[in-house]
């Protein structure tokens, strides 16, 4: 399980980097002036979705196999898929993964 822990790990971090820089970006694109600096920025940053929602896959598929292997509820899952949409959740739901993880598996606190 420790393998799947960290590519969950690695995966979260992805998701939530990409998440803010998306929504930075369509901050930019669409609050700002047209033509300005700040928002053709905003607009070139737009591609970051399609990136985002292509490791949001992943994400999800790793989140539903490590609840599976931990044992966890439904409830949990959801929250972790919740997560990878909402700005800046993803790292706090994170954390309360490992966290979790550490306590209810031994083998995870030595890695």
């Known amino acids: 399980m420790t393998k ?3 590519v969950y790990r690695v995966l979260a971090l992805v998701v ?4 803010l820089v998306g929504t930075v970006g369509s901050l930019l694109k669409y609050l700002l002036e047209d033509g300005t600096t700040l ?3 905003g607009d070139d940053l737009t591609p970051i979705w ?3 929602g292509w490791i949001y896959i992943v994400y999800v598929v790793v989140a539903f196999l ?9 409830p949990q ?13 993803i790292f706090w739901v994170e954390r309360r993964v490992a966290q979790r993880l550490r306590e ?8």
């Open 4 to 6: 799947l822990f960290n």
């Open 16 to 19: 939530g980097v990409l998440l």
């Open 39 to 41: 928002q053709r920025l």
């Open 50 to 52: 399609l990136v985002h």
């Open 66 to 74: 490590l609840t599976q292997k931990a044992r966890w509820t439904i």
């Open 77 to 89: 899952l959801g929250l972790m898929l919740v997560a990878g949409l909402i700005p800046g959740l």
């Open 104 to 111: 209810d598996h031994a083998e995870l606190a030595q890695g």
